[in-house]
């Protein structure tokens, strides 16, 4: 599998940020009320996530590493801004819909995980590819989560109606613990995958409900739990 093909598949899938490394918990439980509130947090992430992992990669070398942090939050505000100022002239009802989490984009875990631990120490092309495949894999998640809460809250999905007659939504999956019961459900999905495929031999250890250590003490970073030693820059 190609680098770029790897990155892809890693976002989406192996190190899904919201199912396997439970990060930007917060747009996720707040904004999933429905699916296309869902996917639309989740693309503008994308495209800040992508955007910023290249802008980043390529000013790597002329970074100082005593100022990286607040070099990310510029870059990645930036990036906000057009996206936000895009949304409310094009999708304002969107943009209602998802208030004030938007702008909130600037501080995602998320986006400011990946520049620390994979743009900043790779090249441009894999940290794309990198910030497309954590994008897309962050957009999958919270369209999934949306819509399931909104077909059990409602009855439909992206109003499109198909339950029986005689369906009675469940209120609470529109509020705020259905947030709650659906992520749990679809973690222990992912954990009854996980039990499966290590039972049947394969090596299921890079996918899991989030890193054990302490983010306080951590001195090595994200990456180390994926890519062992950080790579020198290139």
Known sequence: MNKAAERLYNGI????PTFVLMLGMCPTLAVTTSAINGLGMGLATAVVLTLSNFLISLLRKMIPDRVRIPAFIVIIASFVTVIELLMKAYLPALNNALGVYIPLIV????????????????????????????????????????????????????????????????????????????????????????????????????????????????????????????????
């Open 107 to 234: 501080v995602n875990c998320i986006i400011l995980g990946r520049a620390e631990s994979y743009a900043y120490e790779n090249p441009p092309i894999p940290s794309l590819f990198d910030g497309l495949g954590m994008g897309l894999g962050f957009s999958m998640a919270l369209t999934l989560i949306g819509a399931f809460r909104e077909i059990l809250g409602s009855g439909a999905v992206f109003d499109y109606h198909f339950m029986p007659e005689g369906f009675v939504p469940i209120g609470i999956f529109v509020q705020a613990p259905g947030a709650f019961f659906v992520l749990a459900a679809l973690v222990g999905i992912q954990n009854v995958i996980k039990i499966k495929g290590t039972k049947a031999g394969k090596d299921m250890s890079k996918i899991g409900s989030g890193c054990t250590r302490d983010c306080s003490t951590c001195k090595e970073g994200c990456s180390s739990k994926f890519y062992g030693e950080k790579e020198d820059k290139k």
């Open 13 to 16: 899938l192996k190190e899904n």
